[in-house]
């Protein structure tokens, strides 16, 4: 979808949406009532989604990754204000959502689990109870049958006739929304899979050029291709894999994003959807490249299902996360490694935009150990404040959603 289009339906919405009573929770009728979270698994590279072009640090530690500046030329961020700006592969599609005042960003966002270990910390996220460590070091049993979406389900009724209905968009139900609220769940695991090139392909492009000028070249090219993807597939992909925990990627998700716009538009008010690929280990790009791929399709997607939800989109809203950040400094493979900090987004027709949060100066005194993003907003206490204010939930209300936490409100709708 291009800007110009975007820009039109987002103009043809109205300014603030009524509900009726669709539950007996809410505490205004123009609430957001529908709740969809966007899981990227693997670990995103926040600072790259959210560049924080005022630090000159950002560009000493990405010599070869930083996304430049905002300026004319192409694949420069897009300036957000003075601090910060947007990856250049969403100008058509959150872009203007954040200029409608549509989007928020939560910078140094994240849990407090400190394993950088994608199933730990993906687990941390999902139940919703902590990392599971005492303040001496020592376990605490958690219920691994006993995600925070479900808790906020039956916090809202989901157990009752007209109390919320969940929907998981995977082929399995996740453990976010595990729990005692009965759950359906619609599988999209086979969309946007294959694309590229395979090695048959590749030996039949080669043998077209057999004889032709271009031979050389293009028969370097295919060796020099498959040599990487052999490199990487040894050591990352096995990984990344296992990371994605059977998610869809960004290309699935943009291609499915109206299916899950028509059911959680027609019938459902809590979705979860997981979008795997972004363990970013090797060659992820700048303003193009892998990971500018990736955002491109996500955006896209998000902007897809906001034009879809249609009058609905005023009663909803979209939270993105991911695991955690990646680390600040660049690695050998002009890549990044596995962090903590990161940025969640808040997206709706009733978000009020900007960026939002506690921050800091990025610079190499307040990284956390001298390599990450700190977590100055624990995400638990940012999603209890924005649940909160979406469903009028007082403190013991969120307090069942996530035990031993009470709410911070961030303003975000």
Request: proline share 4%.
């Amino acid at each position: 979808m291009q800007r110009r289009d975007t820009l039109k339906w987002l103009g043809a919405l109205p300014l603030a949406g009524t509900l009726g009573a669709t539950s007996r929770v809410l505490a205004a009728p123009a609430a957001p009532a529908k709740l969809l979270f966007v899981f990227l698994r693997g670990g995103y590279d926040a600072a790259s989604l959210l560049v924080p072009t005022s630090s000159d640090f950002y560009y000493e530690a990405r010599p070869n990754i930083a996304i430049a500046r905002p300026s004319a030329d192409k694949g420069a961020g897009l300036a957000l204000n003075a601090d910060w700006a947007l990856h250049p592969a969403l100008q058509d599609s959150v872009y203007p959502l954040f200029g409608a005042k549509q989007v928020a960003f939560v910078p140094f966002c994240g849990t407090d689990d400190l394993t950088r270990s994608h199933f730990e910390t993906q687990d941390t996220v999902e139940l919703g109870q902590g990392d599971g460590t005492a303040a001496d070091g020592t376990r605490l049993q958690r219920d691994f049958r006993s995600g925070f979406m479900n808790r906020l389900a039956a916090v809202l009724g989901g157990a009752e006739p007209d109390g919320v209905r969940p929907i998981a968009f995977t082929d399995q139900l996740p453990r976010i929304l595990q729990g005692s609220v009965e759950v359906a769940n619609v599988s999209l695991r086979y969309a946007g899979k294959g694309g590229g090139i395979n090695e048959r392909q590749s030996s039949m492009i080669a043998a077209m050029y057999s004889g032709h000028k271009l031979d050389k070249q293009v028969r370097e090219g295919f060796e020099t291709r498959s040599e990487v993807q052999r490199t990487v597939a040894n050591e990352m992909a096995g990984e990344m894999v296992a990371a994605n925990r059977n998610a869809i990627n960004a290309r699935g998700f943009e291609l499915e994003a109206r299916r899950v716009a028509a059911l959680m538009r027609e019938k459902y008010a809590l979705g979860f959807i997981d979008v795997g690929g972004w363990d970013t280990h090797v060659n992820q790009g700048t303003g193009v490249g892998y990971l500018a791929n990736r955002f491109d399709e996500l955006g896209r997607g998000l902007a897809t299902f906001a034009r879809e939800m249609g009058p609905d989109w005023n009663k909803t809203v979209v939270v993105v996360a991911s695991e955690f950040g990646r680390t600040f400094r660049e690695n050998g493979n002009r890549g990044t490694d596995h962090g903590h900090g990161t940025v969640f987004w808040v997206l709706g027709g009733g978000v009020k935009g900007g960026i939002a949060g506690e921050q800091v100066a990025v610079n190499a005194s307040t990284l956390f150990q001298d390599r990450d993003y700190p977590v100055l907003n624990e995400y638990r206490t940012v999603l209890g404040g924005l649940f909160a204010r979406m469903y009028g939930l007082n403190a013991a209300q969120v307090g069942r959603v996530f035990p031993g936490v009470r709410g911070k409100d961030l303003r975000l709708v």
